[in-house]
């Protein structure tokens, strides 16, 4: 796999700058006002345990959309655009760099990834900004592959 794209040394953020990404999870803060959606999964459960995730994985690209700001992903396999819903305690974003960090892969924007999380309608009681796409993508776990361009031919298969 060729990594000379990936820039492991940047520095990373979480989305909101400095003191505010230190701040405890806001439902209305870190999902319905941010650009970039963020869940805590573990706050899910109620008890302090992640949530179990469906066994599903999506084949696309994640970008910032020109029009709105917001972090979009490109289903290559569905052809769908998703707003990602992210897992707040793994998720970092660079705005500088534009590198979005899921565990401890660094991802480019426009890069070929296979991630955790199945695309789907989003639900009517999803409200906020940057949720008028029509699906989301559940990315509550951190597992992320890179994948090479000369492997996108596999995902475009149907059967």
């Known amino acids: ?76 396999d569905s052809t769908k655009l998703a707003t990602p819903i992210l897992n707040y305690k793994y998720a970092q974003w660079n705005s500088q760099t534009k590198v979005l960090t899921l565990g401890n892969t660094h991802i480019q924007m426009g890069q070929l990834v296979l991630v955790g999380g199945g695309i789907q309608r989003t639900p009517k009681s999803y409200q906020g900004s940057c949720l008028n796409k029509g699906y989301i993508i559940d990315i509550a776990s951190f597992g992320v592959k890179l994948l090479p361009e000369s492997d996108l031919h596999l995902y475009k298969q149907k059967f």
Do not use: W
Request: hydrophobic fraction near 30%; include cysteine; charged fraction near 25%.
């Open 1 to 76: 796999m060729n990594t000379s794209l990936i820039n492991n040394n940047a520095s990373t953020k979480t989305v909101l700058e400095n003191e505010q990404s230190k701040a405890l999870y806001s439902y209305d803060k870190h999902f319905v006002n941010s650009p970039i959606k963020y869940r805590n999964y573990e706050e899910l459960d109620g008890k302090g345990r992640t949530l179990p995730v469906d066994a599903i994985g999506s084949v696309g690209r994640f970008y910032i959309s020109e029009e709105d700001h917001c972090l979009i992903f490109f289903s290559e």
